[in-house]
């Protein structure tokens, strides 16, 4: 493992947010949805593709309040522009499963 410093992490922007949209993504070559989350005012709503449908539908994923990654630049994913990473943990079969925020707090709020 690689220790990095203090201020190293304090580079990595990780954000709290609120699903407001999600839909299927066919085009992506792995099952994906598009995934929309405000951030806040500081940061606005932002778009990402997630591989998440083991443990996810559009429908669930609506209103859940997650954990994002909002400084990594953009890519271009099957033709849908990602804004940020979505993050979370694999399970045993490597499906990813969120990280969530538990109570819920204000969008935009950084990961101490």
């Known amino acids: ?17 609120t699903i407001v949209k999600a839909e299927e993504f066919p085009r992506a070559k792995k099952p994906a949805f598009k995934v929309w989350v405000d951030f806040g005012p500081q940061v606005g709503v932002l778009q990402t593709s997630a591989q998440v449908t083991v443990h996810y539908t559009p429908e669930t994923l609506l209103g859940r309040q ?8 953009e890519k271009n994913i099957a033709g ?3 804004q940020f990473l979505l993050v979370g943990f694999a399970d045993e079969n490597g ?9 819920k707090v204000p969008n935009g709020q950084k990961m101490h």
């Open 66 to 73: 997650i954990v994002g990654c909002v400084n990594l630049g």
């Open 80 to 82: 849908f522009t990602s």
């Open 1 to 17: 493992m690689t220790t990095i410093t203090y201020e190293e992490f304090e580079r990595v922007n990780l954000r709290s947010g």
């Open 95 to 103: 499906a990813i499963c969120l990280i969530t925020v538990d109570p």
